[in-house]
Each structure stands twice: as C-alpha cells, then as structure tokens.
C-alpha cells in the first residue's frame, strides 16, 4: 500500500481481564473510555466492505464492516480479536488480523454505525 493511503488514525484499546469466579470477560471502562488505550494512535489505510441493517429480537442494528490496513510492527502483531480500534468516531470490535508480506497487517473489524 502507497504511504499516501495511510490516511486515518486509529486507536487501539483493550479491555481488563476480570474473573468473576464463574468466568473470566472482558471489561471496558465505559466512564473514560480513554483508560483502555493500548499503545500509541497508529496511521492506517481504511476499506469499508459492507453497511447492514439487521433485525434482531424486534430492532434494527446498522453496522459497517471495513478493512484497516497497518504496518507490521512488535505492537501491532501483538493485537487481537480481544482488542478493538477506534476510527472517525466508531468502536470496531476486530473480527479477525491477517498479514499481508512482511511488512502490513489486514484487520477487518465490525462497528455498529446507528449508535
């Protein structure tokens, strides 16, 4: 990918591991979003693949899925489906992280757009 396409900055986050004694989950700290920051904002290129509006138990869920491409670095292949990103506003949560040669990593990542 050109260095021009480079064009977003995106901020990855990533939860705190609780156990409740009965299972252990994800918890995002929803008053300052901000304290789940993981590492600095990284420059990427985005891809919108798809919008879709689907029913579930009565209402209407819009939601984007788009590609993020970043460079390949220690930190960002040290991400995962349990971390998330946000970009233009939106929380993705990552759906799944590819690479692409040596040097880009492929994110596609799934966010819900009528929020």
Known sequence: MKAGEFNRRVQFQRGTLVDDGLQAHLRWNKTDPSQDNHGAPRWAARKDVSDAERAQAGWIEATVVSRFTVRSSEFT?????????????????????????????EITATARADL
């Open 77 to 105: 292949r040290g991400l995962t489906a349990k971390d998330r990103l946000i970009c233009g506003g939106l929380t993705f949560d990552i759906q799944g992280i590819k690479e692409i040669g040596r040097s880009e990593l």
